[in-house]
């Protein structure tokens, strides 16, 4: 049996993180969530639904790749996690190029100016490089160091265990963990 290869299967996981990001886009929950901030200012429910979308495509891209090479390769695992958010988000830019091009809002009502706006996050198609790096950028196999960054950026008090003077947080408590 022949295996597959790993970036030919990160590509395909990723035309179906596309095409469920375009459905979640042309039902209109995308530009409907856009109304609720997860954190306020900062991102808001429908994009958070789109970076979730290319989070867990690049995860299962992979896990897909652990299988094919029957063992964990980190360094293939984070490429193929990549290139799948990356497809992902270009998809969503072919999208936002079709629309400017072609009246999709005629068979598609939710394809409205609003909703490409959102998608090229208010640059017009200026805006559309920015959609397959965040799809790439998103993604890591190593959650623990995304998960730490976060915590590390987030302001806090001085007087928390594990913050320096200035409130920022220190990322080796995350990065040293080792997971078994």
């Known amino acids: 049996m022949v295996k597959e290869n790993f970036l030919w299967s990160a590509i395909k996981t990723g035309l179906v993180g596309g095409a469920i990001a375009l459905f979640l886009c042309l039902i209109g929950m995308i530009e409907i969530f856009d109304k609720r901030d997860v954190i306020e200012g900062v991102i808001t429910l429908g994009m958070f639904l789109l970076l979730a979308t290319s989070f867990v495509i690049g995860f299962l891209s992979a896990q897909r790749t652990s299988r094919i090479f029957e063992s964990p390769k980190p360094f293939h695992q984070l490429i193929a996690g990549l290139l799948a958010s990356a497809v992902t988000g270009l998809v969503l830019a072919l999208f936002v190029l079709a629309g400017a091009q072609i009246n999709i809002r005629a068979v598609f009502l939710n394809a409205s100016p609003g909703l ?11 805006g559309i490089w920015m959609l397959p790096l965040l799809g790439g950028a998103y993604t890591s196999h190593n959650f623990h160091d995304f998960y730490g960054f976060v915590l590390w950026s987030v302001p806090c008090g001085h007087d ?15 990065s040293d963990r080792n997971d078994d």
């Open 160 to 174: 928390q265990p594990g913050r320096d003077d200035r409130g920022a947080g220190e990322v080796s408590v995350w």
């Open 116 to 126: 490409y706006e959102l998608l090229t996050f208010g640059r017009g198609l200026g």
